[in-house]
């Protein structure tokens, strides 16, 4: 139901961007979010966008990455300005997606994202 894509190898100070496909039934996706997990650590939120386009983002990201979405193709994107080497991990998406009256909780796969100093 989500596809993510868009990871890989940049050198710190480069730019990425990530984006999240849904698919399948779907009426209406209510949430939209990446998450990120590097080796060793737990999952943490990154930045989240609502249906009414509210947007909240880590306060390690703030001003450095933008998350948008286009409900026309159901996919939401992030994108990653000014990166750091702390900013390598495996970043996943995840969404509410309203299909019928009920609202399930999908995870994309992870992409990759690796920064170099």
């Known amino acids: 139901q989500l596809q993510a894509s868009g990871g890989g190898l940049v050198q710190a100070g480069g730019s990425l961007r990530l984006s999240c496909a849904a698919s399948g039934s779907i009426d209406s996706i209510t949430f939209m979010g990446w998450y990120r997990q590097a080796p060793g650590k737990q999952r943490e939120a990154v930045a989240f966008i609502v249906s009414g386009g509210t947007t909240n983002y880590a306060d390690s990201v703030k001003g450095r990455f933008t998350i948008s979405r286009d409900n026309a193709k159901n996919t939401m994107y992030l994108q990653m300005n000014s990166l750091k080497p702390e900013d390598t991990a495996a970043y996943y998406c995840?969404?509410?997606?309203?299909?019928?009256?009920?609202?399930?909780?999908?995870w994309g796969q992870g992409t990759q994202v690796t920064v170099s100093s």
């Open positions: 995840n969404a509410d997606i309203i299909s019928g009256r009920r609202s399930t909780n999908y």
